[in-house]
């Protein structure tokens, strides 16, 4: 039975077409990415740390401000990740094959 309808939708599938354009929600993602990174982003992620230093002190652990120092920092930094991610392109790698082209070639 499984096996059948697994089949079924493997047969039954249409082509996968991938979302490269469009630009309906590139105005959303500026507004959240500039929030993040902007001002917002920065009182956020104080708000943080200080919660997190107030649970250390509470708990008298250390782990609760790591805890802070890392939500923060994952919020400021999130808008290049995802960049990163969804652009799957490697900026670095263009330019360590342009440096290592000359000392590839073979005279």
């Not at 990415?33 to 001002?39: I, K, N, P, V």
């Not at 782990?63 to 808008?79: D, E, K, R, S, W």
């Amino acid at each position: 039975m499984k096996f059948g309808v697994a089949l079924l939708l493997v047969v039954g599938a249409s082509s996968a077409m991938a979302g490269t354009g469009g630009t309906d929600f590139d105005a959303v993602w500026t507004t959240i990415s500039d929030w993040m990174q902007g001002t917002l982003g920065r009182v956020v992620a104080g708000a943080m740390v200080l919660v997190g230093i107030v649970g250390g002190v509470v708990r008298q652990s250390i782990m609760a401000f790591a805890t802070g120092i890392g939500g923060g920092v994952g919020l400021y930094n999130t808008p290049k990740i995802i960049e990163s991610i969804m652009s799957a392109t490697l900026p670095a790698a263009n330019d360590m094959v342009t440096s290592a082209a000359p000392l590839l070639q073979i005279n």
